[in-house]
Each structure stands twice: as C-alpha cells, then as structure tokens.
C-alpha cells in the first residue's frame, strides 16, 4: 500500500458500506449510510488530530484537560457527492468550518475548470478534511487539492468510502503531502472508469437522479 493511503478496515464501516453497494439500497438509505460512513471515519481519522489544553471546571474541582480547536477545520465536500459525507463529518466537529469546490474537466483540452467554489478565510491557518464518495482515477480530486494548495492550504486530509488504486496512485503522485483514508480500496476501474465492484454513481445514488 502507498505511505500515505489508510484503509480504516472497521468492521461496522465495513457493514454500513456492504449496504451502500447493494444495487436495491433505496435513494434514502444510501444518502443517511453515506453520512454514517463520513462520521465513523471522521472518528477513526481523528486520533491524530492535534490538540490543546485548556483551564476548566468541573463541578468538583478545576483541571486541564486536552480540547480540538474545530473552529480550525474547514470539511470541504468536493460538488456534488461530496455534500453526503460533510453532515457526517459535522456530526463530530460540530463547530467546524464548510467550504465548497466544484470543478470538471474540458473535454477538448482536458484542464481542470472550477465552476463554484467557496471558501473561509485564512485557509493557510486552517486543517482542511477534503471528503469525497469516490476516488476512480483520481484526476479531479487531483486537480481539487491543487487548487484548495493554490488558495494557501497547507493541512489537507482526504476522505473517501470507496477507492481505485487507480485513483490512489494518482492522487498519492500528485499529493505525497496528503493523507489518504479510505473505507475500502477495490478491484479497480472498468472501460467506463467505474470502480469495480464499486457502488454506482454515488452522486446519481445519493440524490436520486438516476
């Protein structure tokens, strides 16, 4: 496995995201097993984020105690699957920031073109969690941390449920600065660069446009 890639191989991540495969998973359940992912994996991520003490009372005594500065994440769902994973994600760090990045790819030059994108200020101060259902070839999520890098980023994390080693060569290339968490890394991609066995297009799945 690539240094900064980590598949969370937890054994009720892994369940919720057998129920997210299956082709009959209804628009409402793939979209509330999606945001149960994010959470769970935000959680296991979250034991090497930083912290600090602080001065507190309790009802017995004064103490210090170890806090996470969440005012100092930015979640940024990568448009438009991406917005499945951020609730999860907020679920832990409640006070965190959202920013937004959307982009595709011109067909004729292949460049990167962003369509929208929406940031906090500072980002250079800030520890971004980049999240995003899929990561086929990797490409755009490429491209997305280049540009979020562009804007002064300088701590990004990246969250995905299902990966291509495909994608992961390429984003780890692009990125050896980035970790990686995955919640499973399949076979691979199809002619239609589909991760296989995968679980659909997870933005048609989430938001019922099928």
């Known amino acids: 496995m690539l240094e900064n890639v980590h598949e969370l191989k937890h054994p009720i991540i892994t369940h919720k995201l057998t129920q997210m495969r299956r082709k ?3 628009t409402k359940d793939f979209r509330a097993l999606a945001e ?5 994996m935000t959680y296991e991520v979250g034991k090497n984020f930083p912290t600090r003490q602080i001065e507190i009372e309790t009802p017995i005594a004064k103490t210090t105690k170890a806090v996470i500065d969440e005012e100092n994440f930015v979640v940024v769902p990568i448009l438009r699957a991406g917005l499945a994973m951020s609730g999860g994600v907020l679920k832990i760090l409640t006070a965190a920031r959202v920013g937004h990045i959307g982009l595709y790819r011109n067909e004729q030059t292949h460049e990167p073109i962003e369509y929208y994108s929406k940031m906090p200020p500072n980002l250079s101060e800030k520890f971004l969690l980049v999240v ?3 990561l086929a070839t990797g490409g755009s999520c490429a491209d997305a ?4 890098k562009d804007r002064g980023a300088k701590n990004i994390i990246l969250m995905c449920i299902v990966s291509a080693p495909q994608g992961l060569k390429k984003v780890s290339q692009s990125h050896p600065d980035v970790p990686i968490y995955t919640a499973a890394i399949d076979e691979g991609l199809n002619e239609n660069a589909y991760i ?3 679980l659909g297009d ?3 799945r989430i938001f019922g446009t099928l």
């Open 36 to 40: 149960e992912i994010a959470m769970l």
């Open 196 to 198: 296989v066995p995968g």
């Open 145 to 148: 941390l280049q540009m979020l």
């Open 132 to 134: 995003d259902p899929m």
């Open 24 to 26: 009959e998973t209804s």
């Open 202 to 204: 997870a933005g048609d």
